[in-house]
């Protein structure tokens, strides 16, 4: 009888034990697979709260950006480059197209400059300028539109493609 | 007993311990389905559907006997509805039976559509290629009021691979089609000699369809209809383009123009008449990016040439009209429209008659408003600015448009529709 009971109660933790390994592995696809669609979340006032307090003290970047942007693919290269120096680089890119029609665009995109392992936001739909307002009130929309923020949480914005040389004294630099 | 409760809950357990961990490990599933924006976003309008506000441009004109058309793109396809009593009700929406093709249409770059007096209906838009940052203008034409379409042609005569878009369009006195767009092939060229290469070029194309019996078959070889011409070369690559018939009936380009170290000042030129570009901005926005805010540009009966456009430079940041009488080459002290300080951009403006309409948005952080400001003699003075209409969900950029001495304006705010009203 107890034999029995044992039996029963090894094959249960055995059968459990197989589920959680087949779980884990299809959690570990996923994240594989997750890796490859990125990680990207709608832009609102609590993610960039959020995104304020996780970087608070330090500096860090945030990168505005378009599909129909040429420059910006500029821009995106430079982090890419910068990325081989750094591991976990404190930046931030924020795409602002946001309608369905770019959306494999800019997953494209972000592949292609291998920028999958970043924090990646885009703007909801009809809500860009909301969006845009939310960040700076001061900006009309132009890009790439960086912002350096400071270790006392400062806004430093700036249009137009950046150096790399600022990039890298910005994000390489022993303060950051 | 005890036993079969013993087994009971370890069973129990383990079936909500499996319950517990699958789901979570398909979770990521949920946040990659295709976003479901349309429904819900927009007040349930069902985006399969062919619905004005689903759209993300309208382009809106009066035909010459006074027809006011609209067009959008859906689904790669374009869709027109007409009214007969200046916007107050239209038709249903109607396809132009055309095969489906990709359509440039957000922001700055947008299908156009124009007619002549006999019938002539006529079609511009961009379609992306295979690359990114390429596409072709392409053209369509009806000379039967809209009842068929002739198959599309592609205007740009370059067979290159590279960007051309922000197309133009505009239909004279005399029927001739007028097209012009920013164009890479210069720069494509330029590229592959390794030598720097800086913005785009203004490219043009004229044809008239009422001559020599051109039919748009592509079979028959009639592309070279549309012989292409280089305006000028080194313009900003992303900012619409603006385009005006003068009074002796030359076509005037105003555009934003790269200087020196990427300073991006509006420049104007009309063709036949002069080889250089006037610069008409002094603003000294230095910026190596996309602006996203192109001018407007309308010629009045006496050939004064009325601008407006947007900068954010060292020495100039905002809306600015100002006027000339010598087509660009001198022009008034620059008039700040609108308020700097609560977003005040994309503005658009119309002359008839000596009265001078200009429209432009503002955000207030929750929603867009509309502004107008009017000139009653020809741009000296204006009266003060006001509201006419407000979005709560976004909006298009607004235009104007004339018809028989009266403006109207065209606003297409997102999830709400099209917003037409005279001025």
Redesign the interface.
């Known amino acids: 009888?107890n034999k029995a009971?044992i039996k029963?109660?090894v094959a249960?933790y055995l059968?459990?034990a197989i589920?959680?390994l087949f779980?884990?592995k299809?959690?570990a696809e996923?994240?594989t697979?997750?890796k490859k669609?990125i990680?990207q979340q709608v832009f609102n006032q609590q993610v960039f709260e959020q995104l304020k307090q996780k970087y608070q003290g330090s500096r860090w970047l945030m990168l505005l950006w378009?599909?129909?942007?040429?420059?910006?693919?500029k821009e995106l290269a430079l982090v890419k480059k910068l990325q081989q120096q750094k591991q976990d680089l404190a930046v931030v890119i924020v795409n602002v197209d946001s309608?369905?029609?770019s959306?494999q665009?800019r997953q494209a995109?972000i592949k292609h400059f291998e920028l999958t392992q970043l924090t990646h936001l885009y703007f909801?739909?009809?809500?860009?300028?909301?969006s845009r307002?939310?960040i700076d009130?001061?900006w009309?929309?132009?890009?790439?539109?960086s912002y350096f923020i400071d270790e006392a949480g400062t806004f430093h914005g700036k249009?137009?493609?950046v150096t790399k040389a600022l990039l890298d004294k910005w994000l390489l630099s022993s303060r950051a | 007993m005890i036993?079969v409760k013993?087994?009971a809950l370890?069973?129990y357990v383990?079936v909500c311990?499996?319950l517990a961990?699958?789901p979570?490990?398909?979770s990521?599933?949920h946040?990659?389905q295709?976003?479901a924006?349309?429904v819900g976003?927009?007040n349930q309008i069902d985006c399969q559907q062919v619905d004005i506000r689903c759209a993300?441009t309208v382009t809106s004109a009066f035909s010459p006997k006074g027809d006011l058309w609209r067009l959008w793109s859906q689904q790669q396809a374009l869709y027109y509805q007409r009214s007969t009593d200046n916007g107050a009700n239209f038709t249903a929406a109607k396809r132009i039976a055309i095969p489906d093709e990709k359509i440039s249409a957000?922001?700055e770059?947008r299908p156009k559509i124009a007619f002549d007096k006999a019938q002539g209906v006529y079609l511009s838009w961009a379609m992306p290629r295979e690359r990114?940052?390429t596409a072709d203008i392409r053209f369509s034409y009806s000379k039967d009021d809209g009842k068929t379409f002739s198959l599309p042609v592609t205007i740009n005569d370059d067979d290159l691979l590279t960007g051309h878009s922000f197309n133009e369009m505009l239909v004279d006195e005399q029927g001739n089609v007028n097209i012009v767009w920013l164009d890479g092939r210069l720069k494509l060229a330029k590229q592959s000699k390794k030598s720097a290469a800086q913005g785009s070029a203004i490219f043009m194309a004229t044809a008239n369809m009422k001559k020599g019996g051109l039919t748009l078959n592509p079979e028959d070889n009639n592309q070279e209809t549309f012989v292409n011409k280089e305006v000028v070369n080194g313009t900003c690559?992303?900012c619409r383009l603006a385009i005006d018939v003068n009074s002796k009936g030359n076509l005037a380009i105003l555009w934003r123009h790269i200087y020196g170290d990427?300073i991006r000042e509006f420049a104007i030129t009309t063709v036949n008449e002069q080889q250089q570009a006037y610069q008409v901005s002094y603003d000294h926005w230095?910026?190596?990016?996309?602006?996203?805010?192109g001018g407007a540009l309308s010629i009045d009966d006496t050939n004064r040439y009325h601008l407006v456009w947007?900068n954010?430079g060292d020495k100039g940041k905002g809306i600015f009209y100002a006027h000339s009488d010598d087509a660009g080459k001198t022009l008034t002290t620059p008039l700040n429209i609108g308020e700097q300080?609560a977003?005040a951009?994309h503005a658009h403006m119309s002359e008839y008659n000596g009265i001078v309409d200009i429209v432009w948005t503002q955000?207030t952080?929750?929603e867009?408003q509309l502004w107008h400001q009017r000139s009653s003699d020809n741009g000296q003075t204006f009266t003060p600015a006001i509201v006419i209409a407000t979005a709560k969900?976004?909006a298009d950029r607004p235009f104007i448009l004339t018809h028989k001495n009266k403006s109207y304006v065209s606003w297409l705010r997102?999830?709400q529709g099209h917003w037409l009203s005279q001025l």
Not at chain 1, 66 to 73: E, G, K, L, N, T
Not at chain 2, 286 to 293: A, D, E, F, L, R
């Open positions: 009888m009971i029963k109660v249960l059968g459990l589920m959680m779980s884990n299809v959690r996923q994240e697979s997750d669609i990680h378009s599909v129909d942007c040429p420059p910006c693919m309608d369905e029609e959306e665009q995109i909801r739909d009809g809500f860009e300028d909301h307002y939310l009130p001061q009309y929309g132009e890009l790439p539109r249009s137009g493609l | 036993l013993k087994n370890l069973s383990a311990m499996v961990v699958i979570e490990a398909f990521g599933h946040q990659h295709p976003k924006k349309t976003e927009i993300k957000r922001n770059n990114k940052y690559v992303c990427n230095q910026i190596n990016g996309c602006p996203h805010q947007f954010q300080a977003q951009a955000f952080g929750t867009h969900k976004g997102f999830g």
